[in-house]
Nanobody, 119 residues
Framework: QVQLVESGGGLVQAGGSLRLSCAAS????????MGWHRQAPGKQRELVAT???????HYADFVKGRFTISRDNAKNEVFLQMNSLKPDDTGVYYC?????????????WGQGTQVTVSS
């Protein structure tokens, strides 16, 4: 069983910064993709950023230039540095890890951490 635990959320003023962390424990493939998704009240969950085990990153257009995703493979941790935060960035941020074994995809999610950006 894989467990993901997020930390680092909180309340920040617009223009401020936060750094989210996620620690993964358990047994899973080292060839995986870790990422962050978010869900605002009344909206669907959406992808924020992902990073492969080899370091390839992908960002949603609405965070490009403001957020940076990184990871520590030795510790199975993923981070999200969020700068120039906007009120629209408010939501619950979820850590995710997925990998494929044969043709089956395995997905794991954290419980989420609240990020609130005040105007």
């Amino acid at each position: 069983q894989v467990q993901l635990v997020e930390s680092g959320g909180g309340l920040v003023q617009a223009g401020g910064s936060l750094r989210l962390s996620c620690a993964a424990s358990g047994t899973f493939s080292s060839a995986n993709v870790m990422g962050w998704h978010r869900q605002a009240p009344g909206k669907q969950r959406e992808l924020v950023a992902t990073i492969t085990s080899s370091g390839t990153t992908h960002y949603a257009d609405f965070v490009k230039g403001r957020f940076t995703i990184s990871r520590d493979n030795a510790k199975n941790e993923v981070f999200l540095q969020m700068n120039s935060l906007k009120p629209d960035d408010t939501g619950v941020y979820y850590c995710n890890v997925f990998y494929y074994r044969s043709t089956r995809r395995y997905d794991y999610w954290g419980q989420g951490t609240q990020v609130t950006v005040s105007s």
